[in-house]
């Protein structure tokens, strides 16, 4: 084989393992993980530290429109409220 194209698998494999079929793998018979793999996913670079970490405070209902209440208003937990307005 020619050394340019052990050059291009070489680099083809750094940046995304299994992109030409079979991925390439070491002597334990493990996949390579390549640029790409380390990035995307859950558990990739970007979401696991980058992008930060998810909420604690999350809420989810229904949204109604209760008897005491406009049209134009919405309601909303004195708990939620308090957590959702209050400053760093």
Same mark, same amino acid.
């Given at each position: 084989?020619?050394? %340019?194209?052990?050059?291009?698998?070489?680099?083809? &494999? *750094? =940046?995304?393992? /299994?992109?030409?079929?079979?991925?390439?793998?070491?002597?334990?018979?493990?996949?390579?993980?390549?640029?790409?793999?380390?990035? %995307?996913?859950?558990?990739?670079?970007?979401?696991? &530290? *980058? =992008?930060?970490? /998810?909420?604690?405070?999350?809420?989810?209902?229904?949204?109604?429109?209760?008897?005491?209440?406009?049209?134009?208003?919405?309601?909303?937990?004195?708990?939620?409220?308090?957590?959702?307005?209050?400053?760093?």
């Amino acid at each position: 084989m020619c050394p %340019e194209k052990l050059v291009q698998e070489a680099v083809d &494999t *750094l =940046l995304d393992n /299994g992109i030409r079929g079979q991925p390439m793998r070491d002597g334990h018979n493990k996949v390579y993980k390549s640029f790409s793999d380390v990035i %995307e996913g859950k558990e990739g670079r970007f979401r696991e &530290t *980058l =992008l930060g970490k /998810g909420v604690d405070y999350s809420g989810r209902s229904v949204i109604v429109v209760g008897p005491s209440l406009s049209l134009h208003r919405c309601g909303l937990p004195r708990e939620i409220a308090i957590e959702l307005f209050q400053t760093f």
